[in-house]
């Protein structure tokens, strides 16, 4: 990887922020753009807007070529097996959602098991527990290891015969712990239950292989993988989407509306109700070529040495705590920590005055927060146009935040 060249495709980089030149750490959140994405989504509006699958005219065919090229660039993105298995949504949340919703509201009653870890975003906490209320299923968490890691020990104790569903974040979000999805996915077949992953932080970073994990479900985000906002997708196995009901009705979505009953499309678009997101998906198609140009495979090993390197280098700041595992290796690339007797929100400001991006917070993910004992934390994260001199910066500016409030208190 040339990270210079890569820096390069990205306009947002190219600024200063508050007389300093921009660092940016919160990848996490959401991903920076690269040029080829935002020209495929401004040509997409110049030249040819128009409603997909509706019309015969010149501009409806062209846009209906490119969101359904879109498709076919996810699929193969995760290696899903078929078109049918590609839902476009709004994002993560809108695809664990639609999983809840429409599959677990469906199929689970009392006394079925929901099985989940302290780790969750709130997006992947939420909908199971509205599932537990409305279905009398029992909702429990699988526990961590004091470093932040699972044990697949916990999870074969966790998961019973009476576990209908485990719902697991491949990477988190707080601790950059990689979950080990295809063991987890073998021990919950074993028990006959489906297995629900939030690549929301994993298929921007790494090579995701829906059909080696063997996951039942797979939800993630255009706009952290280099993509447009309000993108997103829901793998599900053939099967399993076929028998489930759309929560969303309307138009698209229809094949017969008579005054009293109706019937759905075929998959995917019996769950792409209304007029769909074109120019996401284009965009996110754009991202697609992008991020296999680069190459996941040198993403994750970039990713790998950043936070090798931000562990180590941050370590050597006074009074710092760094949360997750210690092993870089089994960490994706963010490293999320708290200064002594210095607030998150403070230690933001202090970089935000340097030109340093990052998030502070509870990042969505209350619970693990209270797991870790504490009430917010300040996280720095990192892509592929990130540098090991971004990480000096980041470490400089901890120095003069734990000076400026030393000095104030």
């Known amino acids: 990887m040339n990270i210079q060249d890569i820096r390069r495709q990205f306009p947002i980089l190219d600024q200063e922020v508050n007389d300093h030149p921009l660092v940016y ?12 994405v935002i020209e495929a989504v401004n040509q997409y509006y110049r030249e040819y807007n128009s409603n997909v699958h509706r019309g015969v005219h010149t501009l409806g065919t062209k846009a ?17 097996k078929s078109l049918e298995e590609v839902i476009f949504t709004r994002g993560t949340t809108t695809s664990l959602n639609t999983v809840a919703a429409s599959y677990a509201a ?4 009392q006394g079925d098991e929901i099985v989940i870890t302290h780790m969750e975003h709130h ?43 485990v719902s697991v974040t491949q990477v988190s979000n707080v601790l950059g712990t990689i979950n080990p999805i295809k063991e987890i996915a073998k021990i919950a077949h074993e028990h006959n239950a489906v ?24 939800a993630f985000s255009g706009h952290k993988m280099c993509g447009p906002t ?20 309307g138009g698209e979505m229809i094949d017969f509306v008579h005054l009293y009953e109706s019937t759905w499309k075929e998959l995917p678009w019996k769950f792409e109700g209304g007029t769909p997101i074109i120019a996401g998906a284009i965009g996110l198609g754009a991202a697609i070529d992008f991020l296999n140009e680069v190459g996941l495979e040198q993403i994750a090993e970039h990713d790998h040495k950043l936070a090798a390197y931000a562990m180590d280098k941050l370590s050597s700041v006074e009074g710092i705590t760094i949360y997750g595992p210690h092993d870089a290796a089994k960490r994706g690339g963010l490293v999320t920590f708290n200064l002594t007797d210095v607030h998150p929100h403070d230690v933001a400001t202090v970089l935000d005055a340097e030109g340093i991006a990052v998030r502070a917070g509870h990042h969505c ?42 000095d104030v208190f």
């Open 195 to 218: 297995i629900v992953v939030d690549g929301a932080q994993s298929a921007p970073h790494m090579l995701v292989d829906v059909q080696d994990l063997d996951c039942d479900f797979f």
């Open 123 to 165: 997006s992947n906490i939420i909908p199971w527990q509205q599932v537990a209320k409305r279905t009398g299923a029992r909702l429990k968490y699988i526990p961590l290891q004091e470093d932040g890691t699972l044990s697949l020990e916990d999870v074969r104790e966790a998961i019973t015969d009476n576990t209908k569903l």
């Open 230 to 249: 309000g993108i997103g997708v829901l793998y599900g196995k053939k099967h399993l989407l076929e028998n489930m009901e759309p929560i969303e009705f």
């Open 106 to 109: 469906a199929n689970l009653k």
């Open 25 to 36: 750490l919160d990848s996490s959140a959401t991903s920076q753009k690269p040029i080829q």
């Open 365 to 406: 993910a209350q619970p693990l927060m209270r797991w870790l004992n504490v009430t917010a934390t300040a996280r720095a994260s990192f892509y592929l146009y990130n540098t090991e001199e971004d990480i000096d910066r980041l470490s400089e500016g901890l120095v003069k935040a734990k000076e400026y409030f030393s």
């Open 64 to 80: 209906t070529d490119a969101y359904e090229g879109a498709r076919e660039k996810v699929r193969k993105f995760i290696n899903a």
